[in-house]
């Protein structure tokens, strides 16, 4: 917010008004601090569908029931490929610390590739699965929980690449002003934990019933 | 900072919409947080005025028993809408309002965390207030399942239209919802880091810990409606079944949805206002807030126990025994950090110095009736009784005491003593009080029968009744109308009182409060220098400064 605001007010101080000075304070940043909280209160909202699910699951004779059977190979290269870019985005942001502008550049292209991959393989699962989202209340589930955990993943995956975009300008980030960088790299993790439940919940679980 | 003469500099053209000082930056997209503190206040109270206007058609067809006045159908969408615009275009854009215009000026600080979050937010608010309005000339008509949308009412479609009244229901919610997120984040962040030096948690007004409180439900509680209504539109829009019983889903899961997050949603409403109370009778009695601490440490319990009473709405849900039980505990939990912010606010007034100005009077009026209505809910987290006038006009009454009788007229407190300083002029103390006697009275006429009615058997959200609940539904009708009259004088008052009333010094009241030591109104990003704090917040019948840098404060 302040990096927006701050050329502004540089451009034309000589010439303000009083009350123009007056928005020139600086302003604090706590961007981190607002996606913190926000991630906190997203969680809540998977652990809505979570709870859904084990009640409706609860309820079920048989889980899942007979013709929605998921598959397991292709989203467990999808897990590793989501959990390994989780890896991968963190190396880009040690690779800001110390000012190194391609090291950023090359570990956040290839975590977008990873994200991106990930999401095909996804697109993939859905046409292949032979049944959708109204089959039957498995069916409900498993494309809501999943498809709104792709939501999630197609949204950090345009934060990585807004930072890719940002960072064709010299400076823009640096050793010590990456707070963009940071909290792509955050969300990139949280999305990543949801899929580690989800996973366990849809995949895994399911085995066993 | 350099102090240019503006005598004789032409301003130049700059994309700099902010000090614009006139009431053109009223409708503009202002990161000023008293700007859309005011923005809130003003939209929501044009709400007020239409679900207001909605009850008096309720209760114009409640005056007299058969269904006469409307069709049946109309009469499901009058309260539908009206206690959707009450509670998500009123209630709660007037409180995230006031919070948005006295949380950094009571904390100390220059603007929110995200000002610009915070703008898009506010104006969030109009646009899905006007498109819950379209639903009216949708050929379904507006959504009719009532507030809480219970599914598999919710889920029909009699008219079998593409877009029901429903849909555009869901969809209004949850952009309210995505606003009161991004309201929630910022609240959190700017009271957590952004108090002012000294400004240390237990110097905080009572009021921000109660906006701290409320906020963090909002933040815990609010992603299961999400997660709700997100199941509820699929289900109505695209063939799923995650509430449809014959395919395997499950009807009371909604509620289960609906009331973790709508019972701490009546916290969320509630606990500002207490923070109201808590502010009002320290000024209007000269003495500091009785227990200061603890009444500020009480919101937070209020706060973690709401996540755990949720199921005393669903006692007649299929509810087992134990759980049951369970609940009714835990609900009746909530009256003993509630008890203490009463008898702290009881032990304020005690032998104080009392000045019955207006918002003094709305705050006892206020007082008197949340006693009341905590009373008869503590009477409802009671099993038994619950499940006696479970869905009767006992529930109405009940929580119209709540709704009207405290939070609104909580409201009208705050809004008359923050007036001079939100608008830097005096309002008329003699329409005030006009104001506050015909809500008192038309609030008790309206609300107190409705107890009656329901202890008897009258069943709720039907337009007709029998005939033997005719005199309580005469006087809660009269009243009714009363409390809509109440409003004229309140108009006119805020109206007049803007253009001409007198001019308010900085502090009317001898108030203690950061938000005093600032002029009326207060400028853009409120200090000039962040203020040291060296006291805490209610310092009556002491003579210790609150701040150490009083002078440097204001500009000039």
């Excluded at chain 1, 409706?56 to 004779?61: I, L, P, T, Y």
């Excluded at chain 2, 209504?229 to 289900?235: E, K, V």
């Excluded at chain 2, 502090?507 to 805490?536: D, H, K, M, T, Y």
Aim: net charge neutral; glycine share 8%; proline share 6%.
């Amino acid at each position: 917010m302040t990096d927006a605001t701050a050329p502004t007010g540089a451009a034309i101080a000589p010439q303000v008004t009083t009350e123009v000075q007056a928005n020139d304070h600086a302003h604090p940043d706590l961007r981190v601090w607002g996606l913190l909280t926000f991630l906190v209160s997203e969680s809540l909202m998977f652990g809505g569908f979570f709870a859904a699910y084990l009640m409706v699951r609860g309820a079920a004779s048989q889980w899942p029931p007979e013709g929605t059977e998921v598959e397991l190979l292709l989203p467990a290269i999808n897990t590793v490929i989501l959990v390994s870019s989780s890896f991968v985005i963190h190396l880009g942001d040690v690779a800001i610390k110390k000012n190194d502008i391609g090291g950023l550049r090359k570990w956040y292209a290839v975590t977008a590739l990873m994200g991106a991959v990930f999401l095909v393989g996804q697109a993939y699962e859905y046409a292949t699965l032979g049944y959708g989202l109204s089959s039957n209340i498995f069916a409900n589930c498993f494309y809501l929980m999943t498809g709104f955990h792709g939501l999630h993943v197609f949204i950090g995956l345009l934060l990585i690449l807004g930072v890719l975009w940002r960072s064709r300008r010299a400076g823009h980030y640096s050793d010590h002003k990456h707070t963009g960088v940071e909290m792509a790299e955050i969300y990139w993790h949280f999305v990543d934990i949801i899929w580690i439940v989800l996973f366990a919940l849809l995949y895994i679980l399911t085995q066993f019933s | 900072m350099t102090n240019v003469p503006v005598e004789g500099i032409k301003i130049p053209d700059i994309a700099h919409p902010e000090p614009q000082n006139n009431w053109r930056k009223y409708f503009s997209f202002s990161t000023d947080h008293k700007v859309i503190g005011i923005q809130y206040l003003v939209t929501s109270f044009v709400f007020f005025l239409i679900g207001g206007l909605l009850s008096m058609v309720i209760r114009a067809e409640l005056i007299t028993p058969p269904a006469d006045l409307i069709d049946r159908t109309l009469y499901n969408s009058m309260f539908t809408m009206h206690g959707t615009i009450m509670i998500f275009l009123w209630i709660f854009p007037s409180l995230v309002g006031l919070a948005n215009y006295l949380v950094p000026l009571m904390i100390g600080a220059r603007d929110m965390a995200f000002p610009r979050l915070n703008a898009a937010a506010f104006w969030m608010v109009p646009v899905f207030g006007i498109l819950l309005m379209t639903s009216y000339f949708l050929p379904s008509g507006t959504a009719q399942a009532g507030w809480w949308s219970y599914p598999p009412v919710s889920t029909q479609n009699p008219t079998d239209s593409v877009i029901t009244g429903e849909f555009i229901w869901i969809l209004a919610v949850a952009i309210s919802g995505v606003s009161s997120i991004m309201g929630a984040v910022n609240f959190v962040t700017t009271i957590v880091r952004m108090r002012a030096p000294g400004m240390t948690y237990f110097r905080m007004p009572a009021y921000v810990w109660t906006v701290l409180s409320a906020q963090l439900i909002q933040l815990a509680a609010l992603p299961a409606l999400t997660a709700g209504a997100i199941m509820l539109l699929f289900d109505a829009a695209a063939g799923t079944a995650f509430f449809n019983p014959e395919k395997g889903g499950n009807p009371v899961l909604f509620q289960h949805f609906f009331w973790f997050y709508s019972h701490p949603a009546v916290y969320v409403m509630v606990l500002p206002i207490f923070g109201v109370f808590s502010e009002i009778f320290p000024v209007y009695s000269r003495k500091p807030l009785f227990g200061y601490k603890v009444v500020a440490v009480s919101s937070l319990l209020i706060s973690g126990v709401s996540v755990l009473v949720w199921v005393h709405h669903m006692y007649a849900s299929g509810t087992p025994g134990w759980m049951r039980m369970l609940f009714m505990a835990s609900t009746m939990l909530v009256a003993v950090p509630t008890g203490i912010k009463v008898f702290a606010w009881v032990a304020t007034i005690w032998k104080g110095k009392l000045r019955l100005d207006t918002p003094m009077l709305f705050c006892l009026g206020a007082l008197l009736m949340f006693v009341f209505a905590g009373v008869t809910g503590v009477m409802l987290a009671s099993v038994p009784i619950d499940i006696h006038v479970n869905n009767t006009y006992f529930v109405v009454g009940h929580f119209h005491y709540i709704v009207f009788g405290t939070i609104t007229m909580g409201m009208f407190a705050a809004l008359y003593h923050w007036f001079p300083k939100m608008t830097g002029r005096m309002y008329f103390e003699g329409l005030g009080k006009v104001h506050f006697i015909l809500a008192f009275i038309g609030t008790n006429l309206c609300f107190l029968p409705m107890h009656l009615a329901g202890l008897h058997g009258m069943v709720r959200r039907v337009s007709s009744y029998d005939p033997e609940f005719a005199f309580s539904n005469v006087l809660a009708s009269l009243g009714g109308f009363l409390l809509g009259m109440s409003t004229i004088p309140f108009i006119l008052n805020m109206v007049g009182s803007w253009a001409q009333g007198k001019p308010a010094p900085d502090n009317p009241w001898r108030a203690i409060g950061l938000e005093w030591l600032v002029s009326s109104p207060p400028p853009v990003e409120n200090f000039e220098a962040l203020p040291i704090v060296v006291s805490g917040p209610y310092g009556y019948g002491k003579s210790d400064p609150l701040v150490e840098n009083a002078a440097a404060l204001k500009e000039g």
